[in-house]
T-cell receptor
Framework: AQSVAQPEDQVNVAEGNPLTVKCTYS??????LFWYVQYPNRGLQFLLK??????LVKGSYGFEAEFNKSQTSFHLKKPSALVSDSALYFC?????????????FGKGTRLSVIA | DGGITQSPKYLFRKEGQNVTLSCEQN?????MYWYRQDPGQGLRLIYY???????QKGDIAEGYSVSREKKESFPLTVTSAQKNPTAFYLC??????????????FGSGTRLTVV
């Protein structure tokens, strides 16, 4: 079975400081990993993905994520947070060899960037 | 512009009433999905369809029904058997040829409230 854990319901960070939103996963075999962002009363927007290759993935709006196979983690990072980054962030996973099974999403982490 | 459209944006349901949420996409995507979002519970899969006239139950299908008569459309009916339907409903789609390269495209959601 596939699963995703986002251990923090809420992350607070001051504007200009680096931010990290944590994600760990469990799949059989190699994972496809995604980060999405959701603003209030809107759908999810794709930020970045990891399939193969470099463990550091760069995405939209200056976000990046680091894939760590030994720790089964895919933490989202940004060097300098903006107030406009305040939103709900979701990590999602699917096993590479699972055919076309649906993505499994974490419960989400609310990021609050304080000016 | 290509995209995925959900309607209505807000929907109110009386006790014992069936309601249908619309999801239409003009992206020529093969697969479509319905997720339910509740605070603190993330996204939970209700139903998905990878081909016309075929669909599969997700994790919380009880009290819901779907149809996929056209590739572009995947409506969700919330039946009176769904005892706690108040939630935010998200529709998503993806091509199957390279689903994880694209990730999912999400609609803007429908907020359903029981009155």
């Amino acid at each position: 079975a596939q699963s995703v854990a986002q251990p923090e319901d809420q992350v607070n960070v001051a504007e200009g400081n680096p931010l990290t939103v944590k994600c760990t996963y469990s799949v059989s075999g190699n994972p496809y990993l995604f980060w999405y962002v959701q603003y209030p009363n809107r759908g999810l927007q794709f930020l970045l993905k990891y399939i193969t290759g470099d463990n550091l993935v760069k995405g939209s709006y200056g976000f990046e994520a680091e894939f760590n196979k030994s720790q089964t983690s895919f933490h989202l990072k940004k060097p300098s947070a903006l107030v406009s980054d305040s939103a709900l962030y979701f990590c999602a996973v699917r096993a590479l060899n699972s055919g076309n099974t649906p993505l499994v999403f974490g419960k989400g982490t609310r990021l609050s960037v304080i000016a | 512009d290509g995209g995925i459209t959900q309607s209505p944006k807000y929907l109110f349901r009386k006790e014992g009433q069936n309601v249908t949420l619309s999801c239409e996409q003009n992206l020529n995507h093969d697969a479509m999905y319905w997720y339910r979002q509740d605070p603190g519970q993330g996204l939970r899969l209700i139903y998905y369809s990878q081909i016309v006239n075929d669909f599969q139950k997700g994790d919380i299908a009880e009290g819901y029904s779907v149809s996929r008569e056209k590739k572009e459309s995947f409506p969700l009916t919330v039946t009176s058997a769904q005892k706690n339907p108040t939630a935010f409903y998200l529709c998503a789609s993806t091509p199957l040829t390279a689903p994880c390269d694209y990730g999912y495209t999400f609609g803007s959601g429908t907020r359903l409230t029981v009155v």
